[in-house]
């Protein structure tokens, strides 16, 4: 079965930070490019970041460059995000998702396998 389980999310003032994870099983971890997506209320989902399987490459969105970092552990088969300076703005659900797709983007059509997502808060 495949799972994706978020954890690390929570309730954090302006300006502060908090580590996402993600638990990837029943499928082969290090083929998949993986992404963190977030969707806010009365949003549209949107893509945060992502991390190429064939060679590690990433992506961020405008939004949250400088600010945010993604990273991977093939071994654990765990996919990380590490969200600084964190604003109001980003406040929304984020969802960890894999990609078939060698090189991720942003692109949400582009992933079949999704987390339940976690609640990000962030309070001024």
């Known amino acids: 079965e495949v799972q994706l389980v978020e954890s690390g999310g929570g309730l954090v003032q302006a300006g502060g930070s908090l580590r996402l994870s993600c638990a990837a099983s029943g499928f082969t971890f290090d083929e998949y490019s993986m992404g963190w997506f977030r969707q806010a209320p009365g949003k549209e989902r949107e893509g945060v970041s992502c991390?190429?399987?064939?060679?590690?490459?990433?992506y961020y969105a405008n939004s949250v460059k400088g600010r945010f970092t993604v990273s991977s552990d093939n071994a654990k088969k765990m996919v990380y995000l590490q969200m600084n300076s964190l604003k109001r703005e980003d406040t929304a659900v984020y969802y960890c998702?894999?990609?078939?797709?060698?090189?991720?983007?942003?692109?949400?059509?582009?992933?079949?396998?999704w987390g339940k997502g976690i609640q990000v808060t962030v309070s001024s």
């Open positions: 998702a894999a990609s078939v797709y060698y090189t991720c983007t942003g692109y949400e059509v582009e992933y079949d396998k």
């Open positions: 991390i190429s399987s064939s060679d590690g490459s990433t």
